[in-house]
């Protein structure tokens, strides 16, 4: 077919035209992205490069206002005006890897740019306004923390998150307070990742995690949050609490997290509040079993023996880490019998855990 | 009359061919248009991620990672110490030996110091019998189990009656995780509560220098068909499972790499041991536990925890090994087609399921017999020009538009060839895989849907070359 006719037949056939046009459209779009592929390379090639070489000088030069060998002022001026954003990178990468007086005389070198972040809490995007944040927080004296306070109240929950962690780093009671009081702003985040978040405040949390636990106002899943951030803190005072909510709550996570707190700083005294939930659903029996191993008495023994038979497995799990805890003279004998589950029994006392 | 009517139908058919592949390639081109958003979305949100400081975070979860492994004796130890280097808080492997023929079980106990112990099994799921527990003296986070022979989905179903921890993850035995891939692939979990399972990418290891477990040198295999592989994984990840993320229509999740909830996956009643495509076939699942029981989910993609796998390196290996995939897609799907077009099971039934069961399944049966009716076109004359110019421009020309699309994805997110050598050679198999390979992997998939009537489930065969020199790049 010639030219002539196939353009004859592409005219005839409009429909079967526009689909190769849309077909040529295509490739010539994805070639487009093939092009941008390579000048992109390139160009990361180049400004890599560039960074790099920048990066190492100042490296070079931090080491030794570190070691005192050069002066801030001598740092600052390889700084081009330019590069002051793309300095405090660096510096927050720097920083990460120090602690100390070291560390303090980063955030020193880092001061006089801060100021350039704060229009970037202001950004659209949200992934700018969390390293806005992350910066200022990082390198930032306390002067940016109402700022990052803020920014708790974020519409973007990451900013709000990335926020909260950075408060959290700070161990200061007063932002405990402000983080516990949005906790529902992070419903979707795994709690033990939340507990875990507000234990590194400190023992200074404490009392804040208490007055959360205790209240029937915050929802379950805030005082979970907070009865597992009193179990890492290993807070004594909050057995009391712990007990009230023991017999309050009709919520199950709740009520296993609370145990758990209690496995951790019960006293014996709360024992028996504690057995009125030995035939809960399967996730609390295997809870109580744990606390009885740490807190029971004698009378308990019977308990994890009957437990070790339990259908669940976990609760039999939990009931024999219990008796090898409690030197329950039981687990020995049940290792040497006939039982299903002897070799768990066994397994207990020469590995001593599960 | 007839013969007039026969190349009528002829012309029918051409025209239908013709169309499939306009709506496939609109399929894939709107799957790369929300993968690149997505892509572009997540390389900015990782830069306000520090991985350390999650690592330091008492509050990730516990991981258990299930290692299924088959005559795996040249590569069983690397990987398994490539596991014990993991950069995550709290986990434990379970390698699960699945009754090798080779000295897979000899080599563990050897090189891991394996002593016989109990473990108390915690699920309930049928499968073979379990003949040995070992624990490593030398590595208390290591077990091995050792198992009758039952197939990888069996294999998988008892590491997950030994799980203990909340979320267990599903690998190969010959893959190797990069150190920080367990804390990436966490933070879906860690960040949304509803996340019941996320998978992470797949790449290539053969051509990259492995030391001690671990890559440390990404370049391009010197050899044609892992080459080819590369393209195409970049292509499947990058740009199809992104972009279903992105939908939040995630119907794949690599056997190689995926966490999932241990509780949902027991509800769900583990691996099914009666298909060969068992990986997606949980997914699946899980979709319709979820969807039918009301349980707020979600199921993602990560696109930066990597797990490195050695991929065929011969066309005979490669093509049993679509065949397999083919069989795996055609029984997935047909098994749960109640949620084909099915509004009940959402963007997965509306959106995901019919795209993979008529632009992803019947794929291979459409393109053959495109080129049947076009050789029978030519054969009785009617073969058109402006015809096969338009049938060898979409099927040519888009392919290697969208493999360009994959190889500007990879370049805009994560850039793992550093050569700009390794890059030119990427477009230039973008265009050569058109030519031949393209239409042989149509040929092992339409095998594939031949032979999902008579095969078996045991595991596909693979001639493993390990993580020696054999993958070191070439002088």
Known sequence: MSGSRLWDFYLEQPGFALLLLGNAIFVIGALALAVAALLLRIRNDRTAHHWMGLEAKWEARTVEVLTEAATPEQLWALVDRRDRLRFLNFLLRFARRLTGTERRRVDELAAPYLDLVLPQLKARSPERRARAIQTLTTLGARKYAPQVVRSLDDPSPLVSMVAARSLARRESPDFAAAILRRLHRFGDWRPSFLASMLASIGPAVAPALRQALADRTFDPKTRCVAADALRELNDYASADVAGAVLDETVDRDLLVATLGLLAQVGRDDQVAAIRRHLNGEPIVRSRVMSVLGRIGSAEDADTLVQAFDDPSPWVALRAAEAMYESRNPALARLADSDHPRAALARQMLTGGSA | ?475
């Open chain 2, 1 to 475: 009359m007839i013969y007039q009517f026969v190349l009528r139908l002829l012309d029918g058919f051409n025209v239908i061919v013709l169309t499939y592949f306009v709506v496939l390639n609109i399929g894939y081109f709107i799957t790369g248009l929300f993968a690149f958003r997505s892509l572009r979305r997540y390389v900015r949100r990782l830069r306000t991620l520090d991985i350390e400081d999650l690592l330091g975070s008492a509050g990730m979860p516990p991981i258990t990672l299930v290692a299924p492994a088959f005559n795996e004796e040249p590569t069983c130890v690397e990987s398994t110490r490539s596991l014990l280097t993991l950069k995550y808080g709290d986990f434990e492997i379970l390698f699960v030996n699945d009754g090798s023929k080779d000295g897979t079980l000899a080599r563990m106990i050897e090189s891991f110091d394996l002593e016989p112990t109990f473990r108390l099994p915690t699920g309930s799921i049928a499968t073979k019998t379990v003949r040995g527990i070992y624990r490593s003296r030398s590595h208390p986070k290591l077990w091995v189990l050792d198992k009758e022979n039952g197939g990888k989905a069996d294999t998988l179903n008892a590491g997950l009656n030994y799980c203990r921890t909340p979320l267990f993850c599903g690998m190969d035995a010959d893959s190797l995780l990069e150190r920080e891939a367990l804390t990436r692939i966490v933070r879906p979990f860690v960040e949304d509560a509803r996340t019941v399972a996320a998978g992470g990418i797949i790449r290539i290891v053969n051509g990259c220098t492995v030391n001690e477990g671990t890559v440390t040198n990404v370049t391009l295999p010197a050899e044609m068909v892992p080459r080819l592989q590369v393209l195409e994984y970049l292509r499947a990840f990058l740009a199809g499972r992104m972009g279903w993320h992105e939908m939040e229509a995630t119907l794949i999740i690599s056997g190689a790499f995926g966490v999932f909830r241990r509780d949902l996956v027991v509800e769900a009643g583990g691996y099914a041991t009666d298909t060969v495509g068992e990986d997606m076939e949980l997914v699946v699942r899980l979709h319709r536990l979820c969807r039918e029981k009301k349980i707020p989910y979600t199921i993602g993609f990560v696109p930066d925890p990597v797990a490195w796998t050695e991929c065929p390196s011969t066309l005979k290996v490669l093509g049993r090994q679509r065949d397999r995939w083919q069989r795996g897609l055609i029984e997935t799907l047909w098994r749960h087609r109640v949620m084909l077009f099915n509004p009940k099971y959402g963007r997965v039934g509306m959106l995901a399921y019919p795209y993979f069961v008529f632009l992803e399944m019947l794929a291979p049966l459409v393109e053959m017999f495109g080129y049947l009716t076009f050789l029978a076109a030519w054969i009785l004359g009617r073969l058109s020009a402006p015809f096969a110019l338009a049938f060898f421009g979409l099927s040519i020309g888009l392919g290697i538009g969208l493999s360009f699309t994959a190889v500007a994805l990879e370049e805009v997110g994560f850039r793992r060839y550093p050569r700009r050598k390794d890059l030119y050679t990427l477009i230039w198999v973008a265009v050569v895989e058109n030519f031949g390979y393209r239409q042989l992997t149509m040929w092992w998939r339409l095998r594939g849907t031949i032979n999902v009537f008579k095969k078996g489930h045991t595991w596909g065969r693979m001639d493993r070359k390990g993580f020696g020199p054999a993958a070191k790049p070439p002088a």
